[in-house]
């Protein structure tokens, strides 16, 4: 599947994003979605995910009760709501996918990637 992230920018400290990622070119009903963010010097970190049916989600607890996750099957696009964000939620974030059911956290085990979408948040 190919994948398509954006709604990144630049927020304050407490404020709120939507980002979204748009798939093509495979059923994207049947793909495991997730979220991961990469911080400047740092390794590409899990935040959420979501199971095909939208039933199954988890989060990293750093967001957990801040952000949610969320999918539309019938538009082949999946969100990420971030609330009450903080500096260090500064990260580039990407969206990826997978074959199967289930939750995955690690980013090895996701098969197609979106190009990354960055967010700061400011103090």
């Known amino acids: 599947v190919q994948l398509q992230a954006s709604g990144g920018g630049l927020v304050q400290a407490g404020g709120s994003l939507r980002l979204s990622c748009a798939a093509s070119?495979?059923?994207?009903?049947?793909?495991?979605m997730g979220w991961f963010r990469q911080a400047p010097g740092k390794e590409r970190e899990f935040v959420a995910a979501?199971?095909?049916?939208?039933?199954?989600?988890d989060y990293s607890d750093s967001v957990k009760g801040r952000f949610t996750i969320s999918r539309d099957n019938a538009k082949n696009t999946m969100t990420l709501q971030m609330n009450s964000l903080k500096p260090e939620d500064t990260a580039v974030y990407y969206c990826?996918?997978?074959?199967?059911?289930?939750?995955?956290?690690?980013?090895?085990?996701?098969?197609?990637w979106g190009q990354g979408t960055l967010v700061t948040v400011s103090s």
């Open positions: 979501i199971d095909w049916s939208a039933k199954g989600t």
């Open positions: 070119k495979r059923p994207f009903s049947s793909s495991v």
């Open positions: 990826a996918a997978r074959k199967y059911s289930g939750i995955y956290y690690v980013a090895r085990e996701y098969s197609d």
